[in-house]
């Protein structure tokens, strides 16, 4: 299973998280992030194997990318070109590789369910970066848009509760963040094992996913990550 970080966003944790986890999602520009900090990561992600991505959001740094922008599509396109543009050249600097991409807050939670802008961002992405993947949340139309024109990775989320559309809960709404090991490490099983994951009410609902991501900023990311690495391990589970 591969594991994911979303990095680079302000955070004095960014190395440790990378001595665990096999890919990494480094904010460019829109809600976090910047040059130094982008080449940074990138040089860090080099020295632990960790595989690279960007991860571009909506250009609002005053609500960390985490609000909804009602913005045309030509004014979206350009800031999300524009941040990979930033990306790309960190990248040929450090003289890196990189792997995917993965959009972050609002905007992921947007192309979950907006066709005409998950559309422009697969025709971006298709255009200027053929054969990069992108990290999608499960059941969306962005993950059908995608699926026969690029590369995709089905994404879980270890520190996240779920709607029972698979959408994530709201931070605005008590218990949206898993803050705990033992939450973090009880979906994530479920989610590897068994293939399915709690939403409302106990119910669990199927989900099938290709990685799984643990957020930079969430209270104890560090020592829950380390819990977790070691419980995969315990149940054969490989970090790959």
Known sequence: MDLNADLGEGKANDGALLKHVSSCNIACGGHAGNRSSILKIIQ???KNNVKIGAHPSY????NFGRK???ISIPVLIRSIESQLVQFEECINEAQAKWQHI???GALYNDLKFDKTKAKAMVDLI???YPGITIFVPPNSIIQSVAKSKIPIKVEGFADRAYNNDLSLVSRQKPNAVLTSSEEVVNQVL???VNQVVKVSHS??????IDTICIHGDTP?????LEILVEELKNHKIKIH
């Open 44 to 46: 860090l992600a080099q």
């Open 59 to 62: 250009p609002d740094i005053k």
């Open 68 to 70: 909804s922008l009602d």
């Open 102 to 104: 993965k959009f972050h």
């Open 126 to 128: 298709q255009k200027n």
């Open 190 to 192: 479920k989610m590897i």
């Open 203 to 208: 119910k669990t609902i199927p989900i099938s």
């Open 220 to 224: 104890k990311a560090l020592e829950i």
